[in-house]
């Protein structure tokens, strides 16, 4: 597999980039499509194989389930289309379309798809004891004009 023209991976291979767009209706389809989802009901594509943070899209059909997972650090899964039954934990959870679920590390988690449906698990790398996370790369007010945010005292700017 490649990459089309919208840099979508196709068997992501090499550094990751530094800005990667993701067409998640197509790559869905895509998955649809292959004989792995024909033969098991699920198909799986890693999206970002960075350190941090990792995607991977799973797409499912009505009825089958993933299995037991689990990470070692934090994670959310965003169910992109359709329903799903999330088992995290000792936790139920009946997630449509755009719910999330964020799952702290070591919490082992298993799906099953109420609809054909598909979700994204976004995993974070853990810090290692004793790092901090990095500072941001960036001001945390707009690069055009000033927005007020809620709980910024802009008094003490002036």
């Known amino acids: 597999m490649r990459h089309d023209k919208t840099g979508n ?17 197509s790559i869905i389809e895509r998955l649809r499509d ?11 594509l890693i999206l970002a194989h960075g350190p941090s943070p990792q995607l991977v899209l799973t ?4 009825g089958r389930r993933t299995g037991e997972r689990r990470v070692a650090g934090a ?3 965003q169910v992109l289309e359709g329903e ?4 995290a934990g000792e936790e ?11 799952l702290q590390g070591n919490v082992s988690y298993d799906a099953e798809a109420v609809s054909d449906a598909a979700f994204l698990h976004t995993l974070v790398q853990p ?5 901090d996370f990095p ?5 945390m007010r707009p690069a055009e004009g000033r927005a007020d945010l809620a709980g910024v005292d802009h008094a003490s700017e002036q």
């Open 92 to 102: 139920r959870h009946v997630l449509s379309a755009g719910g999330t679920l964020v």
């Open 127 to 131: 810090v290692e004891q004793g790092q």
């Open 84 to 87: 799903v039954r999330f088992r």
């Open 75 to 77: 994670s959310t899964v």
């Open 59 to 62: 797409a499912i059909a009505a």
């Open 135 to 139: 500072q941001p790369a960036h001001p």
């Open 34 to 44: 292959e004989k792995t989802f024909e033969d098991y009901g699920r198909n799986v």
């Open 9 to 25: 991976p196709e068997g992501n291979t090499g550094p990751p980039k530094p800005v990667q767009p993701f067409d998640y209706a």
